[in-house]
């Protein structure tokens, strides 16, 4: 039995598959076992095809692949390449099981990417469980921009079977770096970007706002802004993608992952996901799902980046309540019959509404004509445990033509990354806004007078543990910006100013 290195995706995470062959005595035959699908079924033919058309006997035995584990679901054309190899090599001694091979077989036996590739092979990376593989030449730029490991690009099936057999010296694709101006923390590089296409230059007024979103980016603490229609609410969210911290080697690589279970081809720039489902969207589309293969949501994509919920109080009630959990925990986990999956959901969550249905209440020229009743049902489809997980609420005020452009996206930019800068100096391995426990009480530590002003607010504004640790986490990241070491009271009544009472 011979035998070669391939894999598959469960969810988002790769699984390594042995792929096996032997050719026995018997009428000739030729099947693939071992929980396939029908994308890997079908590969029999394109197999055959691309071994007769490159002059390879099919040998008259009878045939067994074998996709190893067998309990495990398999998908995906990326298996032909691995196959005919097996098949082609027959008996002949060739050490194989160091070789990971991947590659979809036209007919005429050229190999064709794809769009598995980048994620499977990505995700085999971050456990260490491949060093060097086989793969289409065409998806060579972007795979190699994943480190450590030695990519052989092959256009042709004769081509891969000249690499195994003769074992000559092939070109193989480096590790290609990121061409981003970067800052060293911890001897790793953080990328960032210096291109704004939204300004904040662009609002006019809304300082207090303005100086909420900068602090939401610096420590990427969740924020929710209300206002009356045209305030601005939806300008400042779609340019806080812009200003937020910079991101690492990993990060950029599974922003990539991201964009190619979405269908895009990958940027590989430094600039963070958005995400902006509509409020009509589905529970399934928002947080995941599927009857029989669990398929990552909007909450899965927006990791790392910023989740948008325009229109807030719009959305289903039961979406709001399920946000819940990955805005506290981090991750998201969906449960099916024939799957269980945890997606990592490490997001910025941006919402955006108006004071009430008609949208007028904050105004000083239109009057408000909302029922009591309408006001009521519309603010009680926002449950306390959702508004407790808010770090930073803003009420917006209607504008006026007095109102002049103040900071640009640069400059807040730079005071993002100044803050990042000093959280990684500390040792955080996260920022603010996702600190633990225990990280709170090593970099969140309050004075005498700050610990009275926090015990006086707790019992004014009745704040649950929750809300305690979110406040002192938002202080942090408000004395990060200020450039002090230490939390001061004024940063901590800043913090205090921004929840909704």
């Known amino acids: 039995m011979k035998q070669l290195l391939c894999a598959t995706l469960e969810g988002i995470d790769a699984k390594t598959v042995e792929v096996q062959f032997t050719a026995t005595k018997g009428l000739p035959a030729f099947s693939i076992v071992g929980m396939v699908n029908t994308a890997i079924t079908e590969s029999k033919e394109r197999v055959k095809s691309a071994l007769l058309s490159n002059e390879f006997t099919f040998p008259p035995k009878r045939l067994t692949v074998n996709l190893a584990p067998s309990d495990l679901r398999k998908e995906g054309s990326h298996f032909d390449l691995a196959i005919a190899v097996l098949i082609a090599l027959g008996n ?21 990417e794809n769009t598995l590739l980048y994620p499977i092979i990505l995700s085999l990376a971050n456990k260490g469980a491949i060093t060097k593989a086989i793969v289409p030449h065409k998806s060579l730029n972007k795979l190699s921009k994943i480190p450590n490991i030695s990519f052989y690009g092959v256009s042709t099936l004769t081509e891969t079977l000249q690499l195994l057999q003769t074992k000559e010296t092939i070109p193989h694709a480096q590790s290609t770096s990121f061409e981003f101006p970067s800052t060293m923390h911890n001897e790793q590089p953080y990328y960032h970007h210096e291109d704004y296409p939204l300004d904040f230059k662009d609002i006019k007024g809304q300082e207090h706002a303005k100086r909420a979103a900068l602090i939401s980016a610096a420590g990427m603490h969740n924020l929710l802004l209300e206002g009356s229609p045209g305030s601005g609410k939806s ?63 909007e909450v899965g994509l927006a990791h790392n ?17 399920a946000l819940r959990e990955p805005m506290e925990d981090r991750h998201i986990r969906i449960s099916r019959v024939n799957a269980k999956v945890t997606y990592d959901a490490n ?6 509404m108006n004071p009430c249905p008609c949208g007028n209440l904050f105004s000083k020229n239109i009057a408000c004509r909302c029922t009591d009743l309408e006001m009521n049902r519309y603010r009680s489809r926002l449950s306390d445990p959702f508004l407790d997980r808010i770090d930073l609420y803003v009420q917006m005020h209607p504008t006026s033509a007095e109102d002049k452009s103040s900071y640009t996206s640069y400059q807040f930019h730079v005071k993002v990354r100044e803050a990042f800068s000093r959280q990684k100096k500390r040792g955080q391995k996260t920022l603010n806004g996702s600190l633990s426990d225990s990280e709170l009480e090593k970099y969140c530590v309050l004075n005498d007078e700050g610990k009275k002003t926090m015990d006086q607010a707790i019992g004014r504004f009745s704040l649950s543990f929750r809300a305690v640790s979110r406040v002192l986490k938002v202080a942090r990241t408000v004395a990060d910006i200020e450039g002090e070491e230490a939390i001061e009271k004024e940063h901590l009544l800043e913090a205090l100013s921004y929840r909704k009472r």
């Open 235 to 297: 300008m400042i969210a779609k340019r806080l993608q812009h200003i937020l911290p910079p991101l690492n080697n990993n990060e950029m690589l599974d922003c990539a992952k991201l964009e190619i279970l979405e269908g895009k081809e990958p940027s590989f720039t430094p600039l963070r996901p958005f995400r902006s489902p509509h409020h009509t969207s589905t529970g399934a589309s928002i947080f995941g799902g599927g009857s029989h293969k669990a398929q990552i949501g």
């Open 347 to 352: 997001f910025l969550f941006v919402a955006a």
């Open 305 to 321: 980046g910023i989740l948008f919920f325009d229109e807030l109080p719009h959305f289903s009630k039961n979406i709001l309540e």
């Open 92 to 112: 002949n001694d060739i050490q194989l099981d160091e070789w990971h091979v991947f590659g979809e077989l036209g007919l005429d036996g050229s190999v064709t």
